[in-house]
């Protein structure tokens, strides 16, 4: 066998990416694209949009390694949802995107799933379609729902009505049992539903005319994606149960392997099928948005350098940019709490870092009283995972080893799900 390169594409909230991998997850190639702006009848054309993009990043991959490329898969923003006519291909409206909101669907979701499923959110994608359902008229017969990435992948093999089971989570899909629930089967829109593969399954080849006009091989298939997130979960290579990876951007989030599905809606919680294992999460308002509205990232950079991190510090502040926390204390009235404010400003900060890690370790521990697999590693990703005194303040707090991650592009995490559609 010749050499053979895995494609992996993340269409994001602000742009897509692409990365090029071989089997041991080497880098051949990457790049990424903005989203151009088109319109249609006054408001954005998201499906032109995305479509030109798909396109771009395809002839972004050097025509030299073109040749090698055995699998393409790609992950999209999750509960972006797009509603087809199977008889022409054309959608039956504009793209719902992932965080629009569609409250006068929610009473309707309410009242057939069980309390507090995760589908009891406006912005879920069963909101999105029952929402649809009730206000379009044009006859259904033919509809066919796809999310983001179902749909860029179809683009790219052809066969209408295949997503994976981490997409469809938010229209109701149940992974444990791998089928959509009786009370969702038995509602009038369950016939528009896709069918559901594990991420990362080979569904077909690459379309002949697309595969000849680009120079891909004849071998190239195209495999079942997953949502952004989780891809970005992936890149970080943590496959064992126990690993988790932290995200340090605008805002805290935790994602934990575990051998167990836990769930719980107070406090936002809920499981992701991987294969035989469930990636749990939590998400918490406290994050690196906060040290922005104090701090420059500049002087982040400076004020970092002088702290000493093998020092506990005395201060116990609850970093939030606004009101209400919901993970790991679900408290919709929750103040933020930063004072008081020493003279110091490396002492300041020493205290946020400090206080925003006894909030991280919270969380695993929370995630572990329900039920999870106990957190043994941390790799780290997000804009905050380059503060090296930070993950030093990080490992005495949650007695752990942390590390930054390797890969955190989802772009990366896609590829692997290429690789291994390609292995299957
Ligand atoms: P987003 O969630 O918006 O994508 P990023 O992953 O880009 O966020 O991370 C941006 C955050 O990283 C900012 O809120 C900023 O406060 C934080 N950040 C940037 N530099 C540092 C640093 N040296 N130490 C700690 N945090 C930092």
Known sequence: VGKQLYLGMDFGTSGARYALI??????????????????NKETADWLQSWKVTLFALLKDVPVSLRSTVVSISIDGTSATTIILDSKT????????????SCPEALPSVKSIAPANHTVCSGSSTLCKLVSWWNSDNSTKESAVLLHQADWLLWLLHGKLGVSDY?????????????????????QPYSRVLPSIQPPGTAICALKESIRTDYGFPKNCVICTGTTDSIAAFLAARANQPGKAVTS??????????????????????????????????????????VLRQIFTD???????????PAEPSPFDYYPLQGVGERFPVADPK?????????????EYLHGILESIACIEAKGYSLLKDLGATPVEEVFTAGGGSKNEKWIKIRERVLGLPVSKALQTEAAYGAALLAMKGAAE
């Open 334 to 346: 929750m103040e933020p709490r930063l004072h008081p404010r020493p003279a110091s400003d490396v």
């Open 89 to 100: 291909g054309e959608s039956f409206c504009k793209p719902f995107l992932y965080n629009e």
């Open 166 to 186: 981490n997409n469809a989570l938010k229209v109701g899909y149940d992974p444990e049992v791998e089928s959509y629930p009786p009370w969702l089967l038995s």
């Open 22 to 39: 071989d089997k041991e997850g080497n880098i051949h190639a990457e790049g990424k694209r903005e989203y151009p702006l088109f319109m």
């Open 298 to 308: 500049e002087q982040l950079e400076k004020l970092s350098e002088q702290i000493n």
């Open 248 to 289: 340090l951007g605008s805002t805290l989030a935790i994602k934990l392997l575990s051998t167990r599905r836990v769930e719980d809606a107070r406090f936002g919680v809920y499981s992701h099928r991987l294969d035989d294992k469930w990636l749990v999460g939590g998400a918490s308002n406290t994050g690196g948005a």
